[in-house]
């Protein structure tokens, strides 16, 4: 397919995607060794070896390619785009909340927001991430709430936005929800849907249930722990919310959450390397959850979905390996590459309860797709599909991204994005923030 017929792929009705190996995510359709997708109208209309398809689908030939749901990351700072690798060797205490949670934050005015959000959007679709969590904790005033929102929506991508505190005497959480309900989430039918951030707060909860919103509450520890009872007896925790981070819990704090009916946000990357605690993959699945994933803030670690599997499952596998040559027995399985591919995909869908809409390639769901090229020098010879986007490949063989059945990736390249801008933007967003809370960076520390 000639480039010069994207604009024909862009406005077409009927989209059929040809001869890729088709990893669906979805148990009841299979997997297809080559196999097509035949998008209609946005959505996913069939999988499979098609044989019988409308003669007036545009084509997209996917031999040599993967064909599978985009990523999922359920936990992501959106507005921190502009401080990528700003803090590479911190911890989350001291250095963290002293910083870009205090001063940093607090000095982003709303056109940073916007510059911060868009390019954290723009780089996760770039790397295959079609649904994303923002975790937004930049809602000085409503302006700042807007910018975020207004930069989600231009990106394209499909986004749970959680709406969360700022800083300062003008901050309008939780009240302001209304507010965003009304003007930016009045329909089901639309890429942005609405949650609301907490850390176990029991008021932001009520309110929350008061007001039929999903939760998304942030660092669930150990100290916390007291805080899920309180919630439990108050009858406040309800299936569908989500708990973020999750470390060193005891046993009892995950029998809750799992009777409770909640999901689960891993971030075992960052975990690792801030100092959160151990990441509670093994607890969650000792306790029949099947966990999400999440890339938590880009600066310290990557969005790159392609380390947060591998790192979860090596992390599992070496934990479980290291008890077995210590000669424990009745040792818990270990995690499978396709487990994890599923932790990254439909699991995370679940997990921003939009599983109804996306995280597979089911017929009926949006058509949220994305096509990992294979014949490269780092990735080929393919000998196991599952395998090769978990243990081998990387953001570069993310080769085309469709969301909500729009080509929003081509042939590599980014489509309708005026990178130049977006670049700009963030470098002076970056400037300003960094000159008004008086941190100075260092290119070459």
């Not at 989430?185 to 176990?200: I, K, P, R, Y």
């Not at 799992?258 to 990357?269: E, H, K, T, Y």
């Not at 969650?284 to 380390?307: C, E, K, N, W, Y």
Request: net charge neutral; proline share 4%.
């Amino acid at each position: 397919m000639d480039d010069a017929d994207l604009a024909r792929l862009t406005g077409a009705r009927r989209i059929l995607v040809k001869g890729g190996s088709v990893l669906t995510m979805d148990k009841q359709v299979g997997d297809f060794a080559q196999g097509d997708v035949l998008i209609e109208d946005g959505k996913i209309k069939a999988v499979g070896r098609l044989a019988d398809t409308p003669t007036d689908a545009v084509v997209v030939e996917a031999q040599n390619r993967i064909v599978m749901p985009g990523f999922v990351d359920t936990h992501h700072h959106f507005y921190q785009g502009i401080l990528r690798s700003i803090l590479v060797n911190g911890l989350l205490n001291p250095d963290y909340n002293a910083t870009i949670n205090g001063p940093i934050t607090a000095a982003y005015l709303p056109p940073d927001v916007y510059a911060g959000s868009l390019i954290s959007a723009l780089g996760m679709i770039d790397m295959g991430t079609t649904l994303a969590v923002d975790t937004s904790q930049v809602s000085h005033t409503p302006e700042h709430t807007d910018a975020g929102i207004k930069a989600l929506t231009e990106s394209g991508m499909r986004v749970v936005y959680a709406y969360w505190l700022g800083q300062g005497d003008k901050m309008q959480y939780p009240q302001d929800s209304r507010r965003l309900r009304q003007r930016y989430f009045n329909s089901e039918d639309q890429l942005l849907t609405l949650a609301l951030g907490s850390v176990l707060d029991p008021k932001i909860f009520a309110y929350a249930r008061q007001n039929d919103l999903r939760i998304v509450s942030h660092g669930v520890d150990q100290r916390r722990e007291p805080r899920l009872h309180e919630l439990q007896k108050a009858g406040l925790l309800r299936a569908g919310d989500e708990l973020i981070h999750c470390n060193d819990l005891s046993d009892t704090a995950w029998r809750l959450i799992a009777d409770a009916g909640i999901r689960v946000s891993l971030a075992p990357p960052i975990e690792m390397t801030m100092g959160h605690g151990m990441p509670g993959i093994q607890g969650a699945l000792d306790h029949g959850i099947r966990p999400s994933l999440s890339s938590d803030v880009d600066a310290t670690m990557a969005q790159d979905p392609f380390t947060i599997m591998r790192t979860t499952l090596t992390l599992q596998r070496a934990l479980v390996l290291q008890r077995a040559r210590q000669g424990e027995k009745n040792l818990p399985p270990l995690l499978t590459a396709r487990d994890v591919l599923e932790f990254a995909t439909i699991e995370g869908a679940r997990c921003a309860h939009l599983d109804h809409r996306t995280g597979s390639l089911t017929p009926g769901k949006q058509a949220d797709l994305i096509l990992l090229r294979t014949d490269s020098l780092s990735a080929w010879p393919i000998n196991n599909a599952v395998g090769a986007v978990v243990n081998v490949m990387n953001p570069s063989h993310v080769e085309t991204v469709m969301i909500d059945g729009k080509v929003k990736k081509w042939r590599g390249q980014m489509v309708g994005v005026d990178t130049a801008r977006v670049l700009r933007l963030a470098e002076e967003a970056r400037a300003g923030v960094l000159q008004r809370c008086g941190f100075k960076r260092d290119l070459l520390e």
